[in-house]
């Protein structure tokens, strides 16, 4: 069973998502991928366009962030899965989108998702990565909070 944990780089995210390390979920899993979706923006100027984070920034963000993921989540998961565990770092104008694509390539049986709550304005109006994951995955996805 292929897994995909989604970690958003947050203390709260990556906490949840090490308390979960323990879960049966896990006993049958033959590869477990810990994955961040980065944000592209594109910002036009009169003449140009200009894009950040930039190509060239791609391998520093990318050892920053799967140094976050390790450290939060290498313990947690450390003794059972450390043969399974892989860490990736994807860079995209739509996060959500390459996320779900990079599961189906994968072939993943489950994306495991862990939320922030939103309250008040910002959760009534925003359309959140895990319910982009629920109505677009190509597999299973458990939401957890």
Partial sequence: MKVLLC?????QSLQGLADFANTPYFEKAT???VIHGFETKVYAGEFYAQYYPSEKQ?????KSAI???????EKPFSEKYKDVLHYH?????????VVASFAETLKADLIVVATR???????IFSFSFAEYMIRHAPCNVLVLK
């Fill in 7 to 11: 970690a958003d780089l947050t203390e």
């Fill in 31 to 33: 590869e477990i991928h």
């Fill in 58 to 62: 791609f391998p520093e963000i990318e």
């Fill in 67 to 73: 140094e976050l993921m390790k450290n939060a989540l």
């Fill in 89 to 97: 770092c994807l860079f995209s104008p739509n996060r959500k989108e």
């Fill in 117 to 123: 709550s939103l309250s008040g304005l910002k959760g």
